[in-house]
């Protein structure tokens, strides 16, 4: 039996403007995806996107969990980074953590984040 190895991009996702979206988390998806392809071509594109999801999304506190491959994370990564728009809006896109494993724990409005190494 094969364990598929992946890593966890811990990103913060704000508005420029300073406003709470909650159409940010549903364009999330596509706007990585539209990024990947331009940075790094249709081919890198088709092999990220197996593994490729926003597996957490909280408007509010402006955190997101992408769940990419082990093999693709770098440059998905610096994909990421260079996002300024998603659905139209412009955001913000910071690194907070690169984890292997990784837990959502919902606990009222703030979110817990259990990591093991």
Request: hydrophobic share 45%; charged share 20%.
């Amino acid at each position: 039996m094969v364990r598929f190895k992946n890593r966890y991009l811990i990103l913060s996702v704000r508005a420029k403007d300073g406003r709470f979206y909650e159409s940010i988390g549903p364009g999330l998806a596509a706007a990585i995806k539209s990024s990947v392809q331009l940075q790094h071509g249709d081919e890198f594109l088709e092999a990220a996107a197996p593994s490729l999801q926003v597996a957490y999304h909280h408007h509010i506190a402006g955190v997101a969990i992408v769940r990419i491959g082990r093999a693709q994370h770098v440059k998905v990564l610096s994909s990421c980074l260079k996002l300024s728009l998603v659905d139209y809006k412009g955001v913000i896109v910071k690194l907070l953590k690169l984890t292997g494993q990784c837990t959502v724990r919902h606990a009222g409005s703030p979110v817990l984040f259990l990591e093991r190494f």
